[in-house]
């Protein structure tokens, strides 16, 4: 029987299909005995979402707009009011403007690069000061990220700046939070098929690169990245924080090409 997850409750936020990263986390999660709840934003994804939480016993569906502060309050209020507590959450939240994830960085615009780092990165930060609150017993707070953070990516772009500012947010974060037995971590996958991946330029190409490359010879999965998930959220990782959990068949020790691809 599942026992890693049981009695355990956690937000997970960002599941726009089932081939979303953040969905092979709830399913990991729920598989071991976890309890969920979700957010989307709007009425077309909240239809989306809508089944793959029942598929996992969830009817807790929250219509959260990251950027509207209002929304937020809202949407936790209406958590607190369900439950009380919460044990973990899971942020995969990112946006950038698809036309600037396509040619040169020094052409992104100002307006682009603010609304990038507001919802790729301290939509983390605010939802974790709301999050917080509701664990009174400690939690994890788990969010993604990518290598494009440290190493350039053809056409990654801003998302690379606004993913390096994430990852710098979970050490303080970690810091801040860690007397009050809350862990912050963030995992980082390789390349994946999933819509936001779709949305990068070159995306295609990116991905078969690295599965040529990796050591292990292919991408990461949704499963593995979920079992890393269960990880961080569970007693497992109860040491485990301010910490960037890679999981992506080991592509990032790399320093060039496997020899054959050369």
């Not at 307006?111 to 017993?137: P, T, W």
């Not at 939690?139 to 053809?154: D, K, M, Q, W």
Request: neutral net charge; contains cysteine; charged residues 20%.
């Amino acid at each position: 029987m599942p026992e890693l997850m049981k009695g355990r409750r956690g937000l997970v936020m960002g599941v726009a299909n089932e081939r979303s990263i953040a969905w092979g986390i709830a399913k990991a999660l729920h598989a071991e005995g976890a309890e969920l709840a979700f957010t989307h934003q709007g009425e077309a994804f909240g239809k989306r979402v809508a089944p793959l939480a029942a598929s996992v016993g969830s009817d807790i569906l929250l219509d959260v707009d990251v950027s509207d502060d209002a929304s937020l309050d809202a949407g936790f209020a209406a958590l607190a009011a369900r439950w009380g507590r919460m044990d973990f959450l899971i942020h995969a939240i990112a946006y950038s403007d698809k036309a600037e994830l396509t040619g040169r960085f020094v052409n992104t615009t100002r307006g682009n690069f603010k609304h990038s780092l507001d919802i790729s990165c301290y939509s983390f930060i605010d939802v974790s000061r709301r999050a917080a609150e509701l664990m009174q017993g400690g939690g994890s707070l788990v969010t993604l990220t990518y290598g494009g953070s440290n190493r350039v990516t053809p056409f990654y772009n801003v998302m690379g700046v606004a993913k390096a500012a994430l990852e710098a947010s979970v050490r303080y974060l970690a810091n801040d939070l860690g007397p009050q037995g809350i862990r912050v971590n963030a995992i980082s996958p390789g390349p994946m098929k999933t819509l936001a991946g779709a949305a990068i330029g070159g995306a295609r190409k990116t991905y078969r690169h690295t599965e040529a490359n990796a050591p292990l010879r292919h991408n990461a999965t949704l499963e593995a990245v979920g079992g890393a998930a269960v990880f961080l959220c569970s007693d497992h990782g109860a040491c485990t924080t301010g910490d960037i959990i890679m999981v992506d068949s080991g592509y990032h020790i790399l320093g060039m090409p496997q020899s054959d691809n050369i």
